[in-house]
């Protein structure tokens, strides 16, 4: 018998094959998406039984201060000599949000909700962080508009309480971050809050999975500026899968998630992240990891590379009103391989936090920073010791 081969795919077949898959994606959105909101025309009494939106109004305001010490050496050298700047050691910041969400549900059992975040604090000159509406049904959970992807949506990270930690990206308020070091202090991917859509399935036995599709990074209602020969903006893919339940009697949430930029050479990238956490009693023990590859031609292995990797790990105790935890982050880049050394920068965070009150904290910290660039001058590198402490508010 004759088996006849296939020839592989021409350049011009992949480039039609994936045009062809973009609108097949992009029809069954606005297919998914028309048919869901049709579901709710179906009568006009079931419209005048349905309720208008409540606006309820919701957030957090954490107020924090710190005293800290920086390595000699960076204080030293990081001006021109005999004017070098000296940093205090005492600091103190806000971190606040006032959040607004109105919701409603149609008589078919469509939930409808808007959310919108304002950032409440000076420094941040009332900036909207997310900002977008989401459809709720068994078909699952829909959102449209300025908000993370689903691969920040499902993270887990390693625990840590107290003022600031691993992933939320305050420890440089203390520990001064040199301008040289390029690596991140956290293992999230797709945190950005730029317009897209994002869907969620219905959970099954635990599982949930996911994806966000950005066509942008521009934070603009232009048309993205993707295609041709100057093509500046980058496209967006996330998937994601997670998992929460119970195994015996240890509470279990993991999660794994794969996201794609497509742009400019300098910009294409792909990353891969993952996540668990597991509550034994008042314990809990968890830890998450990042790696990030660069796609673009040429990149890889200069100084301009965007391949970086990181971890963190840690526990944490309850017992009470209090928790305590000690969590531990490490994040690398390598970028020119000509050069001995990474960029790095590694954090260890004793913490805690006291209940006072419903929505009402006490919270600190002890923390120990490393940020190291690949070169080995003194200006480019910090390390030091934080105690900070604050009262996190939530309503």
Known sequence: MVVAKLKPLSVS????????????????????????????????????????????????????????????????????????????????????????????????????????????????????DDSFMRLTGSFGDIRFGSTDAVTSVFANTAPAVGATGPNDGDVGNFIVKPSAVSATADTLLGTGNIMKVTYLTPTFNGFQAGFSFEPSDSDTNAMPVTKGDSGTDTTEYNVGLSYSGKMGTTTVAADISYKEDVGTDANSITGIRGGISLGIGAFTIGGSFKDIDHAGTGIEGTSSSLEETG??????????????????????????????????VQSLFLGASHNISPGVDLLGNVTWTEWKDEATTDASNNQGFAVIGGVGITF
């Open 311 to 344: 971890y963190d790990i840690g526990a944490q105790y309850d017992f009470g009103n209090t928790s305590v935890s000690a969590t531990y982050l490490h994040s690398s880049m390598p970028l020119a391989s000509g050069t001995t050394g990474d960029d790095e």
């Open 13 to 128: 077949a992949k480039k039609l094959w994936k045009s062809k898959m973009k609108k097949v994606l992009f029809g069954s959105t606005i297919l998914t998406a028309t048919a869901v909101l049709s579901l709710s025309t179906s009568s006009i009494e079931a419209q005048e039984k349905a309720k208008p939106l409540q606006i309820s109004v919701g957030g957090f305001f954490n107020s924090v201060i710190g005293f800290a010490d920086q390595s000699d050496s960076f204080e030293n050298d990081t001006g021109t000599p005999g004017l070098e700047p000296g940093y205090d050691s005492f600091n103190i910041y806000n971190d606040s949000e006032i959040h607004f969400t109105g919701s409603t549900k149609l008589d078919n059992g469509i939930g409808v909700e808007v959310h919108v975040e304002l950032e409440a604090d000076q420094v941040s000159a009332g900036v909207v």
